[in-house]
Each structure stands twice: as C-alpha cells, then as structure tokens.
C-alpha cells in the first residue's frame, strides 16, 4: 500500500500535505490533551488561524472534541490515529532515520518513536511499548534473569510492559544496581518489581546502597542473600538502561561540590552504569558501585538503552561510543534529529 501512497503523493503532492498536517495535529492532541489552541498552536508551530480551521473540520469528523480543559480525541479519533501511525511512520520516513542512526553508532539496531519525551510526556510511553515488543522478539525460550537500571524514564516504561511470560519461557527481573539515594519509585529496585509485575515475571530485590565503602561492601558480600541476587544479577542475559545527562545524574547521586566541579572541567556529559562520559566516550570518572559495569557488558546478549529528547543527544552520542554492538536504542525523533544534524538522511 506503501508503494500506491508514494505514487499518489508524486500525482498529488497537496494530499499528502494535507494528510499529513492532520495527522499530526491529531498525533500532537493525543500526546498533550487536553490541550488549548493557543499551546497546541505554539508546540507544533502553526498560527492559530490556520489550526482553527483544521480543528473545526476534525470536530466536524467527530475524531476530536472540544472542552473548556481543552481539545481530546474521540473515541473515533483514537482508532483513527492508530490506524494512520503505523503507516505515517513509513511515509514520514523513520524507518531511514532509524538505519541511519544504526549505521551511524554501529550498533545492531535503533528503534525511533514519534516526538520529543521532554515535551509530550505521552512519547515516554512510546518507548515502553516499543520495549515490550523488543523484548517479546528477543528473549529466548527457557529461563531469563533481566538485569534493570532506575530512573524517571525506566519508572514511566516500566508501566507499558505486558505479559511476557508463556509455558517455555520464564523471567526473572533483577535490579542492576542498588539505590542511589533517590525517591523509591525510580530506584532499580522499584523499577525491576514493577517491570516484574507488569510482565508477569518474577522478581528479587537487592536491599543494599549503590555507593559503599570498601570495608562496608567486603562485609555485606558475606551475607548470603545479598551474595545470592549479586550471583543472579552476573547471570543476567538481558540488561535494561537508561543514558542521563552527566551533571543532572551527579546531583541525583549527591555527589559532593569537589566531584561536580572535577566532571565539569572534565566536559563530562553523559552517565550511565556509575561511569561519567566526555563528549569523545571518554570515561572521565566511576563511581564505585554495586551491580553491572560496564565491562560486564560485553558477555551479556540483549541490551536495550533507552533515553530521549533533545537535550539528551551529547549524552546518548557520547555513550554509544561505549555500547556494545548487541544494544538497541530506544529514542524518539527529537534525539535523533539532533545526533544526526547535518548528514543526509
């Protein structure tokens, strides 16, 4: 059908335009809604006028209505958006987007969504779902150990995952780290359970701090629970992380004015497993820990990264330089485009 679309498009080019204006003035409703003219107007960057008439001939359509909270899609409108995202995705061109990202941090595969996560909180749980079907495809018959990492993004994808369990194949979810000293709803602990839940898997916890003193951490391996999920967590065959922005990860650490001022003159401007990145994938510092490194990596089969929005793509360039060649990033068009600036797609 793709094809017949293209031919049409080269026949009648203001169709498609037009198609694809409404597509995603519809996309962006569904992302934001309730949502007024005036912020819909200045988010997708069309005047007020020209968004009047738009919105009128969809309500007309019945595919939105309009409150004094702002505008929704019907339940009509809904269908319909979902029937055209597949399709527009194709049209639109992101698959390319997504072989050019691939081809361009030589890792086995990038999987883009629509939008930008930092302004349309809906496009977070794009990725999840995009990592439910991720994991669906990939996790292998028999038993699993899924090693996962915390924090705000993990916390939202966490809640799209479905069942993943059937008669041949069983998974464990374990933290990949311990807790860093942040809320307990985005701690790896909190996550994994969650992850756990929501995909009908099982869970083990690992109740100790991810920042310990030598003395304290040579004695807590002594504990035979403690030693039992750190034996699980090295078993893992799956690990699932997020990239942060360097300084913001150092101020969720609590790390010390010292260390903040060392990774600035350092230019650090990622973070991800406890190591801090230049924007060359120089590591800069590590921070000791308990759980996955770095290093552990490379022994272990399914990766999937996931972090968006603009202001994240030094961060997720800068670490890539590091991932395996077995990760998939999970981003979305804003991240992307940035990383991409200036090649021909």
Aim: proline share 3%; aromatic share 6%; with cysteine.
């Amino acid at each position: 059908m793709l094809d017949e679309w293209k031919m049409m498009e080269s026949v009648a080019p203001d169709m498609m335009e037009v198609l694809q204006e409404r597509y995603k003035i519809l996309r962006n409703i569904y992302w934001m809604q309730p949502i007024g003219r005036r912020s819909l107007s200045e988010s997708m960057g069309i005047t007020e006028r020209v968004l009047r008439t738009e919105t009128d001939l969809l309500k007309q359509l019945d595919l939105i209505n309009a409150s004094k909270s702002g505008m929704m899609l019907t339940d009509k409108g809904k269908e319909v958006y979902q029937s055209l995202e597949r399709f527009m995705d194709q049209l639109l061109g992101r698959h390319q987007t997504e072989t050019k990202l691939a081809d361009y941090f030589g890792n086995q595969r990038c999987i883009v969504v629509s939008g930008n996560s930092e302004e349309q909180p809906k496009v977070a749980d794009a990725f999840g779902e995009a990592l439910n079907e991720s994991l669906d495809l990939l996790l292998p018959e028999g038993n699993n150990i899924i090693a996962v990492m915390g924090g705000t993004t993990m916390a939202v994808v966490a809640e799209q995952l479905t069942n993943l369990e059937n008669n041949k194949r069983h998974n464990l979810f374990v933290p990949a780290r311990g807790g860093i000293g942040e809320a307990v709803t985005v701690q790896a602990n909190s996550v994994s359970a969650r992850m756990a839940t929501k995909a009908s898997g099982n869970h083990r916890a690992l109740y100790v701090p991810e920042q310990l003193s030598l003395a304290t951490y040579n004695s807590l391996l002594n504990e035979p629970s403690i030693q039992e999920v750190l034996n699980l967590i090295s078993q893992a065959n799956c690990v699932i992380h997020s990239i942060g922005r360097a300084l913001h990860m150092a101020a969720r650490r609590k790390m010390t004015e010292k260390e903040l001022v060392m990774l600035r003159q350092a230019n650090a401007v990622a973070e991800s497993f406890g190591y801090f990145f230049n924007e060359n994938g120089e590591v800069v510092y590590k921070v000791p820990r308990i759980g996955i490194e770095l290093k552990d990596l490379a022994n272990i089969p399914i990766i999937l990264a996931i972090a968006g929005g603009r202001s994240k793509a030094k961060a997720i360039r800068a670490y890539m330089k590091n991932a395996p060649k077995q990760t998939w990033l999970i981003t979305d068009e804003a991240a992307a485009k940035e990383i991409l600036k200036g090649k021909s797609l």
